[in-house]
């Protein structure tokens, strides 16, 4: 678990995972609106080198960066109400394909997840701070998790 006090400091933590992202990696952000899913990701691109700003999905479901070190899918599902609505996204495609996928309200469709994947979830404490933690599914994401903490020494 990882405290953070400023925006800025979640997006630096995020910034962090960028080396290590692969084709092919999920990461599902889980957390209340306004938990600062989205500013993660904004770090993740910053790592990735994307130059394009980075807003919210909320209403396109997925916004792409294919400019940096790697694809970055971005989606967020909060509007959506039923998994079959995840085909005409191009959902299965993404996941599976070039880039790393971050996955915004992706616990909301179970069934749709991949076999591994890393679940990021950010809680809010008393005072606004910011309370990161990564939980690994998959061999992959064991993996990923591992580096990753290592790097940003400290247990996530
Ligand atoms: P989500 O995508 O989870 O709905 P956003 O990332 O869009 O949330 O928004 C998070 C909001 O919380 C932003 O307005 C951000 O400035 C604010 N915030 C305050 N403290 C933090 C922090 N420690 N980490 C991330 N965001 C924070
Ligand atoms: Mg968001």
Do not use: C
Request: net charge negative; glycine share 10%.
């Amino acid at each position: 678990m990882r405290k953070t006090t400023s925006p800025e400091a979640t997006k630096q933590l995020a910034l962090t995972l960028a080396p290590y992202l692969r084709p092919g990696d999920v990461v599902v952000l889980s957390g209340d609106l306004g938990a600062g899913k989205t500013q993660f990701v904004q770090g993740v691109a910053a790592g990735l080198g994307v130059s394009a700003s980075v807003t919210s999905p909320t209403f396109n479901i997925l916004l792409s960066y294919p400019e940096g070190a790697l694809p970055l899918y971005h989606f967020d599902l909060y509007r959506l109400e039923h998994s079959d609505e995840l085909e005409d996204t191009g959902f299965y495609e993404t996941v599976d394909g070039d880039g790393a996928t971050f996955i915004e309200w992706g616990e909301k469709f179970p069934e749709a997840l991949p076999y591994g994947y890393l679940e990021v979830s950010i809680g809010v404490d008393v005072d606004g701070n910011r309370l990161v933690q990564a939980h690994a599914l998959g061999d992959r994401s064991r993996q990923l998790l591992f580096v990753w903490a290592k790097d940003s020494k400290s247990r996530l």
